[in-house]
C-alpha cells in the first residue's frame, strides 16, 4: 500500500458532541470539526449530520476521497464490534441495536467507494490512540483511564487493544471496589465510577452541603458545583472540599493500584475532563496506586497523564481503524 492510501476518516459520537476528521500516517489531523450531539433529535438525524460532517473534514483535508483507506468511528458503549451495531449506550438516547457499521458504508459509498468502516469502543479507541500517538508511544502493555462524567478504560497487552468477545472489555469504570457502596447507573454498587467520576465527586460535595456541613462551595447553586469547583476550593483549604477530593483520590489510588496488579502494564495513563487539574490529582493517586500494587510490579510502573487533548475521540477513531486495517502499532 501506498502512502498516499493510508489516510483515515477518524468519527467520534459522544453524548455532547460530534467529530470529524482526517489523519495521515502520523496522526495529525488535517481538517476537523466538531458540533454538538444534539442527541434530543434521535439516532437518524444524528448520522445524517454526522455522514454531512464527515464529507466537509474529506473535502477541507485535500485529501482524494480515493486515497482514504478506512472509516474509523469512536462510539460509546455497549456495542459490538464484529457486527458494528450500537447496543444502547447510556449517552445515546434511542440509539437501540443501531447497525452504525452498514448504515455508515452505505451512505458513504459514493465518496469513499465502499471501503472499510470499523466500530470502536470510545474508551478502547482513546486508549489506542494514547498508544499510538501520545503518552504511551514505544509502550507495549499499558492502561488507560478516562475520568469526566463517567470513567472508562482500555488495555493494550503486547501492542494490541483487548478487545474481548464483543469489542467491550476493559470496563474499569465499572470494577465493584465495595460490594454493598453506592448504587452506579450501571445496576451494579460502590463502582469505581460511582465515587470517583467528576459527576459523583460533584454528588458527594452536595450531599455534604445538604447534610449542613459548612464550606466556601455554600456561595454557589448546587447545580453550578462541579468537580473543577470542588478541586479549587480543595486547593484553597476548604475542608470539606478537601475531604471529598482526599476520598476521591484514595478510590482512584486503591483502584489504579489493582490495575497495576491485574496488568502488571508499564504506564497508567489518566486522561478525561477531570485531570485537567493536572498534579493535584495524578501526585496523590501515583502515590497511593504504586503503595497498594505488589512492590515488584510498582517498580515497573508509572501513573502519567494522557497526551492527547481534545481531538482524542477523532484520533483514537483513526488509531483504531488503522490497528484492523494494517496491524498494532
Ligand atoms: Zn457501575
Known amino acids: 500500500m501506498t502512502a498516499a492510501g493510508r489516510f483515515i476518516l477518524g468519527l467520534d459520537i459522544g453524548g455532547t458532541k460530534l467529530a470529524a476528521g482526517v489523519a495521515g500516517d502520523d496522526g495529525r489531523l488535517l ?51 464484529r457486527t458494528g451495531m450500537v447496543r444502547e449506550p447510556t449517552n445515546l438516547p434511542g440509539w437501540v ?8 458504508t452505505a451512505d458513504f459509498a459514493g465518496l469513499l467507494g465502499g471501503r472499510p468502516v470499523y466500530l470502536e469502543n470510545d474508551a478502547n479507541a482513546a486508549a489506542m490512540a494514547e498508544h499510538r500517538y501520545g503518552a504511551g508511544r514505544g509502550v507495549r ?10 470513567i472508562g478504560g482500555g488495555v493494550i497487552v503486547d501492542d494490541r487493544i483487548v478487545e474481548g468477545e464483543s469489542g467491550n472489555a476493559a470496563e474499569i469504570g465499572h470494577m465493584s471496589l465495595s460490594h454493598d457502596g453506592w448504587p452506579c447507573p450501571c445496576g451494579s454498587r460502590g463502582c469505581l465510577e460511582a465515587f470517583s467520576s467528576g459527576t459523583n465527586i460533584a ?6 452541603i445538604v447534610a449542613g456541613e459548612t464550606s466556601t462551595l455554600t456561595s454557589l447553586a448546587p447545580e453550578a458545583i462541579t468537580a473543577r469547583e470542588v478541586a479549587e476550593a480543595a486547593r484553597a ?17 486503591a483502584g489504579v493500584g489493582s490495575i497495576i496488579n491485574l496488568f502488571n502494564p508499564r ?55 488503522q490497528a484492523r486495517l494494517m496491524g498494532p502499532a
Open 31 to 81: 481538517s476537523r470539526e466538531v458540533i454538538p450531539a444534539g442527541t434530543e433529535e434521535g439516532p437518524e438525524a444524528m448520522i445524517a449530520r454526522l455522514v454531512a460532517m464527515g464529507r466537509r473534514v474529506v473535502d477541507a483535508s485535500g485529501v482524494a476521497p480515493s486515497d482514504i483507506a478506512a472509516t474509523g468511528v469512536s462510539c460509546g458503549g455497549p456495542l459490538d464490534i
Open 97 to 104: 441495536d443501531v447497525p452504525l457499521v452498514d448504515r455508515l
Open 141 to 150: 502493555n499499558l492502561v488507560y483511564l478516562t475520568i469526566s462524567t463517567g
Open 203 to 208: 454528588q458527594r460535595a452536595r450531599a455534604r
Open 237 to 253: 483549604g476548604d475542608p470539606l472540599a478537601c475531604t471529598v477530593w482526599d476520598e476521591t483520590v484514595a478510590v482512584l489510588g
Open 267 to 321: 504506564l497508567v495513563i489518566l486522561g478525561g475532563g477531570v485531570t485537567a487539574v493536572g498534579d493535584q490529582l495524578i501526585a496523590p493517586v501515583r502515590r497511593i496506586a504504586l503503595e497498594r500494587a505488589f512492590p515488584s510490579m510498582a517498580a515497573e510502573a508509572d501513573v502519567v497523564i494522557a497526551e492527547l487533548g481534545a481531538d482524542i475521540g477523532i484520533v483514537g477513531a483513526v488509531a483504531a481503524a
